[in-house]
Nanobody
Framework: QGQLLESGGGLVQTGGSLRLSCAAS????????VGWFLQFLGKEREFVAA????????YSEDSVNGRFTISSNNAKSKLYLQMNSLKADDTAVYYC????????????????WGQGTQVTVSS
């Protein structure tokens, strides 16, 4: 089945940057989409950004356009999320995920998840 393991979260001041990484083992990224989601306490997971192995297109939520960039390595073994100009509202647990569903923006179409990494932006 494979596994996903996130790293790179932490505490940063408003306006700062973080780079999240997601390492894949097994045939983890042998799926249509890989993506990043965030989760606020008590809420459902929300779409941040996604990448399609088939079309090589990237997708991102409007609020992070121009600030966050999703990328991967050529070996399809690592996924990254470069987060710039961070705001207090970005504070959440971030998850990487892989899935073969039709909707890259829906957490329900992803079947493999990492354990999450906390990002805290202080104002």
């Amino acid at each position: 089945q494979g596994q996903l393991l996130e790293s790179g979260g932490g505490l940063v001041q408003t306006g700062g940057s973080l780079r999240l990484s997601c390492a894949a083992s097994g045939r983890t990224f042998n799926r249509y989409f890989v993506g990043w989601f965030l989760q606020f306490l008590g809420k459902e997971r929300e779409f941040v950004a996604a990448f399609s192995w088939v079309t090589c297109r990237t997708y991102s939520e409007d609020s992070v356009n121009g600030r966050f960039t999703i990328s991967s390595n050529n070996a399809k073994s690592k996924l990254y999320l470069q987060m710039n100009s961070l705001k207090a509202d970005d504070t959440a647990v971030y998850y990487c995920a892989a899935g073969s569903g039709r909707n890259y923006y829906s957490h329900r179409d992803y079947d493999l998840w990492g354990q999450g990494t906390q990002v805290t932006v202080s104002s």
